[in-house]
């Protein structure tokens, strides 16, 4: 009777130590290839064909999912083209190329590389073109270009990308010369819609991060700015001005304008997220 | 011929399905493509997957063909071009080692349908 009722659960138990025993010596083996520095993160180490069409794969369904609520608006009003052809020829070309067009230096050796959007455009509907661009493509070079184009010039973006897989070189070359007058509308204030209610997405997307440690925010252990932790208990802005949220405001948007030879650059921040910010940090603890 | 190819383009991505741009040959048959180009020997220079016989090397592989952006690297992969590529490339492509192949219009129709029904 008792070996009835002991046999499945030790079996149980077993199992249980085997599947814990395997986690352990994966957790192991991969600290042994990340602690050897055996892993090459160079860009010339491809990835395996397996990582690469499991990467592929991630995106597409990913895209498909989130795109499905997506309306695409016509796409065929007046001077969408141009306008998209603008927001090529400024912010796309760099990196995927166009029909007889080379990608310049920085996006011929990308890993992973940046695709050729005539494929693309071919294979996807407007709708997931419209969320690629709109929000990029994370561990990719791909930027989220809510915040640098204006919703209606992501749309003639798409526009143009339609067009792009039936375009010659010499088609290119035509609507390049034909769009010339136009240029490609930046959001007003960075998308503050999206940007609303999370401020940790205003500091990313003005790379403050890339600079600075700041209080709550994911990112590299930067040490070109100071870090912003703590930041009520501080007494000066920049060492000049005393640390208040206007004072704050001010640095931000102006730095060089507050302190001659900062090295902090000017990122064009807005009235409404640089106040974001500053609320950030002088309520972090 | 750029506001011409962008119209045409246009109307094939409008009613395009979700999977994206797919290239539809009016009047070409696909079954009789098949035949059309065993008829006439594409396959002594060309992979073409259904064919038998055809294993050529000299141009490049046919298979997925519809998934190809270009033809012959000049010119935008849609029917209308390859119905009269495949009838009359040096039209298309000058310098090419393709040469014009006599055939019909429905013929090329239907040599375009086959090649584009190529997983």
């Known amino acids: ?285 | 011929m750029r506001a011409l190819s962008s119209v045409v383009a246009f109307a094939f991505v409008a009613c395009a399905h979700e999977g994206g741009y797919e290239p539809v040959v009016s009047g070409g048959d696909a079954k009789r493509g098949r035949q059309a180009i065993a008829e006439l020997e594409c396959g002594a220079c060309h992979q073409i997957p259904g064919v038998p016989g055809a294993w050529g090397r000299v141009g490049p592989p046919l298979a997925e063909y519809r998934h190809n952006v270009y033809i012959a690297g000049k010119h935008p992969n849609v029917p209308d071009v390859l119905v009269r590529f495949v009838r009359d490339a040096p039209s298309l492509a000058p310098d090419t080692a393709m040469p014009a192949i006599e055939m019909s219009d429905t013929q090329a129709r239907d040599v375009a349908a086959y090649l584009y029904s190529l997983e």
């Open chain 1, 1 to 285: 009777m008792p070996s009835f009722i002991h046999k499945p659960r030790r079996k149980v138990v077993l199992l249980a130590a085997g599947a814990l025993g395997l986690v352990v010596l994966g957790a192991l083996s991969a600290s042994v290839v990340l602690l050897s520095g055996a892993y090459s993160t160079a860009a010339t180490t491809q990835h395996f064909k397996i990582t690469h069409r499991l990467l592929d794969a991630g995106l597409r369904f990913s895209v498909r999912s989130h795109a499905s609520g997506v309306k695409v608006p016509d796409l065929a009003r007046e001077g969408m083209l141009e306008r998209g052809a603008a927001c090529y020829r400024m912010h796309c070309v760099q990196c995927h190329g166009a029909p007889g067009v080379a990608r310049h230096p920085a996006g011929r050796g990308m890993l992973p590389i940046a695709s050729s959007l005539a494929q693309s455009a071919r294979e996807w509907p407007p709708e997931w073109l419209y969320y690629v661009t709109r929000k990029g493509v994370r561990m990719s070079g791909m930027p989220a270009w809510e915040f640098r184009i204006a919703d209606e010039d992501l749309w003639s973006t798409v526009a143009f990308l339609t067009r792009l897989p039936f375009m010659t070189h010499q088609d290119y070359l035509d609507l390049h010369a034909e769009s010339a007058d136009f240029s490609c509308r930046a959001p007003t204030e960075m998308r503050h819609d999206a940007l609303h209610g999370d401020v940790k997405v205003v500091f990313r997307q003005y790379a403050c991060h890339a600079c600075h440690r700041i209080e709550g925010i994911v990112g590299p252990k930067s040490r070109v700015g100071p870090p912003l932790v703590d930041w009520p208990r501080r007494k000066y802005v920049a060492g000049v001005l005393p640390n208040t949220e206007e004072n704050l405001i001010r640095f931000i948007r102006d730095p060089q304008g507050v302190s001659p030879h900062s090295l902090m650059p000017k990122l064009d921040v807005g009235e409404v997220h640089a106040r974001q910010m500053a609320r950030y940090l002088l309520a972090s603890e």
